[in-house]
């Protein structure tokens, strides 16, 4: 029997293809303009607003500004406070437009607290992801050392890294210059008093973790003070002779940088007391007068080192991180 042969089915060909319906083109839709109380605002620095204070390392998103420091807090009947505000009142003198760190001076009403930080390190900067770590060690750090007795001796004029401000401070202890002679012979370490010898002790114990974060360590031979006010520097060759320190107050020497070499200055003279005026209309002066700090430690110096005035307790360490300020008693055993 023969198969029945079967046709094969015929395709019509691309040549008879009917062309297809152009597909209206669809418009995109434009995104609404997010609110403005959504986004946030980029950090603009105007000098103007903030007594001519300036940034030294630019605003990074996701990056906080970290500073640790002992607290001091005073209260307005404390000896210490009438002394400093004494201090700050006769420097004023001399330098008129000296800034007070620490007190709100509100239409000559007497603050009811004076806060004074010591520094424990240069002001740092730490990755969102870092902070909890971070804040574990500081309070491990704190549970280790035992509250100690600590006093301020002398009044000292130090100036920030950059150069940009000039400081008047309160000195810790009366040993520094044993400080710097530290040796491992332990014949030598009576002579160091011992808030600075605790002080730097939180400093070594800080170390392998500002080390292991990539953080500058603070300075080898470090001054302990409290700023109680500052002014403004010109950038001139005299300002460079001020004693460095980086830190002030509440994370005051986070600024941009503006300091200029002293090879490129054009050495003149000028009166410690004559100021020049910038472009915002703020004064500055080259430095403190010569005669301003050995004028405050002949006037005060004698009762600043009497424990019942410049004497107090070092029993908690702070760190602010961002605009949190933490905490931590200090709890170890002697």
Known sequence: MKRA???LVEYPSSEEETPAKEQPEHKKRKLPTLSSSLTVPTPVDNPALHQGRVRTVPHVEGQYATYIYVPLVLDHKDALYTLVEDAVTLAKTHVPFLHTIGRQERDGVRAARWELHISLSHPLFLRA??????KRVIRQMASSIAPFDASFATFSELANDERTRTFLTLDVGAGHGEVIEFSASAEKWPAVPDDLLQLRRCLDLLGPTLQLLRQK???VDPKFHTSIAWALLEK???????????????LDGITLSESVAPEEQNTRSASPTVVEQSSYNLHRIPHFPHT???SLNKAYAA?????????????????KIGSDVFTWPLNGMN
């Open 292 to 294: 301003l700090v050995p």
């Open 129 to 134: 992801h870092q902070r909890d770590e971070f």
């Open 303 to 319: 009762r600043l080192s009497q424990a019942r005035t410049g004497g107090f307790v070092v029993d908690k360490i702070s760190a």
């Open 236 to 250: 001139t060759a005299s300002s460079f002779n001020i004693t460095p320190h980086s830190t002030a107050g509440k």
């Open 5 to 7: 042969s079967v046709g």
């Open 217 to 219: 360590e603070f300075y």
